[in-house]
């Protein structure tokens, strides 16, 4: 469809065609009448000639009205076909201007194109943000933060949509996290730094407690090795054998159970030494700590170095290197060679020897064998492991005991 300035152009382009066409068509006529007024006047003096002047002359002039009017009855009109195209006049088309240069009512939508009013405003209106229920310049800026108005750029190295998980900051799960409060279940062995402490006395058999009332309940009236500086050892030293010391026989392998009943680092082993007259030990006399399986765990230097004479005291032996003795029961190992073993020998304190195995090693059959020998005679050291198959229990049973 050709816009309303290619349409006007079109109309004068028209419009002096026909004008043109006009022109033309009138000059055809002004030729035609010239023509028929020569031959009129031919014919008036052919009738002048014949005397009938007066009839030519008014036949000439009735001749030529004719002719007028039937030129100034032409039929041409302008082309008017641009101002009544559906174009021009219908739907998206052109509304045409009226002498006051207005559109006329009659090219106006219904109700005269009128504006009555706008939200409830007359006049020259000017509306605001809250006149169409929308925010503000000011009030959007408060309540939206700005595209680089957050401080925030990035959580934990992540960008984008980000979700955590507790191992993202380091925590611990909610399922796993050990309440403060309220009942839970713990699976899996637990590892604590520091003991637990705790106040409360148990209830039930199966129930954890602290150390002191295991103390009180279990030595209650009675002394511990604890109580005087030791970690564990073979009887309380109160209960020996008044008049009967031991005296070792040279090249023997003479054990000593002692108990212990938490994890214990040891350092040193003691003996009892009811008298000794002094440098009768040989260098081949020796005492060691052996696990229940019969391995080596640590060994003293030559007793020669550590044992004086002396008319009675706890001889205290230290192993050469520490040892981190998990709970359970252990033999103390002694060696003697060099004394007479009647009387030039150190003694050492023992417990009851009646019967050919003492009472104090009564026990179940293939029980822990709480105080006896290893077969084997003529040992000049103490062998790094033996077979508990070759222990004979018999009455030597002396004391010992174990320390930190």
């Given at each position: 469809?050709?816009?309303?300035?290619?349409?006007?152009?079109?109309?004068?382009?028209?419009?002096?065609?026909?004008?043109?066409q006009?022109?033309?068509?009138?000059?055809?006529?002004?030729?035609?009448?010239?023509?028929?007024?020569?031959?009129?006047?031919?014919?008036?003096?052919?009738a002048?000639?014949?005397?009938?002047?007066?009839?030519?002359?008014?036949?000439l002039?009735?001749?030529?009205?004719?002719?007028?009017?039937?030129a100034?009855?032409s039929?041409?009109?302008?082309?008017?076909?641009?101002?009544k195209t559906?174009?021009?006049?219908?739907?998206?088309?052109?509304?045409?201007?009226?002498?006051?240069?207005?559109?006329?009512?009659?090219?106006?939508?219904?109700?005269?194109?009128?504006?009555?009013s706008?939200?409830?405003?007359?006049?020259?209106?000017?509306?605001?943000?809250?006149?169409?229920?929308?925010?503000?310049?000011?009030?959007?800026?408060?309540?939206?933060?700005?595209?680089d108005?957050?401080?925030?750029?990035?959580?934990?190295?992540?960008?984008?949509?980000?979700?955590?998980?507790?191992?993202?900051?380091?925590?611990?799960?909610?399922?796993?996290?050990?309440?403060?409060?309220?009942?839970?279940?713990?699976?899996?062995?637990?590892?604590?730094?520091?003991p637990?402490?705790?106040?409360?006395?148990?209830?039930t058999?199966?129930?954890?407690t602290?150390?002191?009332?295991?103390?009180?309940?279990s030595?209650?009236?009675s002394?511990?090795?604890?109580?005087?500086?030791f970690?564990?050892?073979?009887f309380?030293?109160?209960?020996?054998?008044?008049?009967t010391?031991?005296?070792?026989i040279?090249?023997?392998?003479?054990?000593?159970?002692?108990?212990?009943?938490?994890?214990t680092?040891?350092?040193?082993?003691?003996?009892?030494?009811?008298?000794?007259?002094?440098?009768?030990?040989g260098p081949?006399?020796f005492?060691?700590?052996y696990?229940?399986?019969?391995?080596?765990?640590?060994l003293t230097?030559?007793?020669?170095?550590?044992?004086?004479?002396?008319?009675?005291?706890?001889?205290?032996?230290?192993?050469?290197?520490?040892?981190?003795?998990?709970p359970?029961?252990?033999?103390?190992?002694l060696?003697v060679?060099g004394?007479?073993?009647?009387?030039?020998?150190?003694?050492?304190?023992?417990?009851?020897?009646?019967?050919?195995?003492?009472?104090?090693?009564?026990?179940?059959p293939?029980?822990?064998?709480r105080?006896?020998?290893?077969?084997?005679t003529?040992?000049?050291?103490?062998p790094?492991?033996?077979?508990?198959?070759?222990?004979?229990?018999?009455?030597?049973?002396?004391?010992?005991?174990?320390?930190?």
């Amino acid at each position: 469809m050709a816009n309303p300035e290619e349409q006007i152009k079109q109309l004068k382009a028209d419009l002096d065609a026909r004008d043109t066409q006009l022109a033309g068509e009138i000059q055809k006529k002004v030729d035609k009448e010239q023509f028929s007024f020569l031959t009129q006047q031919q014919n008036k003096k052919d009738a002048e000639s014949k005397g009938n002047d007066k009839a030519f002359e008014t036949s000439l002039k009735n001749l030529i009205t004719a002719e007028v009017e039937k030129a100034g009855e032409s039929q041409w009109k302008p082309d008017r076909r641009w101002y009544k195209t559906p174009e021009f006049m219908g739907p998206g088309g052109v509304a045409t201007l009226g002498a006051d240069g207005l559109v006329p009512a009659a090219q106006l939508p219904a109700g005269g194109g009128a504006v009555a009013s706008v939200n409830g405003k007359t006049g020259n209106v000017t509306l605001a943000a809250t006149d169409v229920g929308a925010l503000s310049q000011a009030a959007g800026d408060a309540r939206y933060l700005a595209v680089d108005g957050s401080p925030v750029t990035s959580v934990n190295g992540r960008t984008g949509p980000v979700v955590l998980t507790a191992a993202d900051v380091s925590a611990v799960a909610s399922g796993d996290a050990v309440l403060l409060s309220g009942d839970q279940t713990v699976q899996g062995t637990k590892t604590f730094a520091a003991p637990p402490l705790t106040t409360v006395t148990p209830t039930t058999p199966d129930q954890l407690t602290r150390r002191g009332y295991v103390d009180a309940v279990s030595s209650a009236g009675s002394w511990s090795p604890s109580a005087v500086g030791f970690s564990g050892w073979a009887f309380d030293p109160a209960c020996g054998s008044a008049t009967t010391p031991q005296y070792c026989i040279n090249g023997w392998v003479y054990l000593i159970g002692v108990p212990l009943h938490a994890q214990t680092t040891v350092r040193n082993i003691a003996f009892y030494v009811p008298g000794y007259v002094g440098n009768t030990l040989g260098p081949a006399s020796f005492a060691g700590l052996y696990t229940n399986a019969g391995a080596r765990a640590g060994l003293t230097a030559p007793l020669k170095t550590l044992l004086s004479a002396t008319e009675g005291k706890t001889l205290i032996c230290p192993l050469t290197t520490a040892y981190t003795a998990a709970p359970g029961n252990y033999w103390v190992a002694l060696v003697v060679n060099g004394p007479n073993p009647s009387n030039t020998g150190p003694a050492f304190l023992r417990g009851s020897s009646v019967g050919q195995s003492p009472g104090g090693s009564a026990r179940m059959p293939n029980a822990f064998i709480r105080h006896g020998r290893l077969n084997a005679t003529g040992q000049t050291s103490l062998p790094l492991s033996f077979n508990t198959a070759n222990i004979t229990a018999d009455s030597n049973a002396i004391w010992a005991a174990l320390a930190s």
